[in-house]
């Protein structure tokens, strides 16, 4: 019988430590399975998933950059993700084996805050790609205050506002980020092989707390120049692990040993 397994796409995808995450999961579960990194261009996509639609092996796979918003025209979408969050960063085999969209982003942006009351207090998030989608429906159900989106195209962050039925404005990207509780940055600046994102955080006041996306380096220069100024940090592993969790047990049918995260922690860094 052949092993089955689960896989993360995306282009670029060498930087991936999901297969570092999954595989150390299945290995304390015992589950004989694996989980791979697959690169997969865009005009591959559609391909893609027929193909992995016709391996009776494949469990899923997890979405990223470039992917997550034109996936949704290649799955069902029986929870209505399309409305909802605009953009799946998970694939699974639904109803009669057909690949099927979710989104686990949202829960795993949230959870490392969930302690946090952003009720009313302002928010700025970079970025208004499949991620930034996540984290604005997370915000947009923690009754956060005016949102301030900074992209290269204000009208796309217009858009995602009024989508999300959030109050704030859609800027350009700037040198500066305007006064927030918690700015998040949710677009690919910082990662391996993009430009960084130097901003300016003299304008966040002393308790904000500064959210990066990327895990790629772990320290991003926007996490440096918080770490810098004495802020609060939550970096990219929060998120990555939380929303894998979710998708963990999608694919392989048994909860992720949340127990072990310490120990994952010191894999991923090591």
């Given amino acids: 019988m052949t092993q089955p397994?689960?896989?993360?796409?995306?282009?670029?995808?060498a930087h991936s430590k999901s297969p570092l995450i999954h595989r150390f999961w299945l290995d304390q579960l015992g589950i004989d399975?694996?989980?791979?990194?697959?690169?997969?261009?865009?005009?591959?996509?559609?391909?893609?998933?027929?193909?992995r639609s016709a391996d009776p092996a494949?469990?899923?796979?997890?979405?990223t950059v470039p992917h997550k918003i034109a996936v949704l025209d290649h799955v069902a979408d029986p929870g209505d993700v399309r409305s909802s969050i605009g953009a799946v960063n998970t694939v699974f085999r639904g109803e009669g084996g057909q690949p099927t969209g979710t989104n686990?982003?949202?829960?795993?942006?949230?959870?490392?805050?969930?302690?946090?009351?952003?009720?009313?207090?302002?928010?700025?998030?970079?970025?208004?790609?499949?991620a930034a989608r996540a984290v604005l429906f997370a915000l947009s159900r923690l009754g956060v205050g005016p949102v301030t989106?900074?992209?290269r195209s204000p009208l796309k962050g217009a858009a995602l506002l009024a989508s999300f039925k959030l109050k704030g404005q859609a800027?350009?990207?700037?040198?500066?980020?305007?006064?927030?509780?918690?700015?998040?940055?949710?677009?690919?600046?910082g990662m391996v092989g993009q430009p960084p994102l130097d901003l300016d955080l003299s304008a966040l006041p002393d308790d904000a707390i500064v959210y990066d996306v990327v895990y790629a380096p772990l320290e991003t220069p926007l996490l440096a120049a918080a770490h810098a100024r004495g802020l609060e940090t939550v970096d990219g592993l929060d998120m990555l692990v939380g929303q894998a969790a979710l998708a963990f047990e999608i694919f392989f049918g048994q909860p992720a040993p949340r127990n072990r995260d310490e120990e994952l922690r010191e894999l991923l860094t090591a």
């Fill in 58 to 63: 494949w469990r899923g796979c997890n979405v």
């Fill in 104 to 130: 686990t982003d949202a829960a795993g942006f949230a959870t490392p805050i969930a302690d946090l009351d952003l009720t009313g207090k302002p928010v700025t998030v970079i970025g208004a790609g499949g």
């Fill in 33 to 51: 399975a694996d989980y791979r990194a697959t690169r997969v261009a865009p005009d591959e996509l559609q391909r893609f998933i027929a193909d």
């Fill in 5 to 13: 397994y689960a896989e993360v796409i995306g282009d670029p995808i």
């Fill in 149 to 151: 989106i900074m992209n």
């Fill in 171 to 189: 800027l350009p990207l700037s040198p500066a980020a305007p006064p927030s509780a918690l700015l998040v940055n949710t677009s690919s600046l």
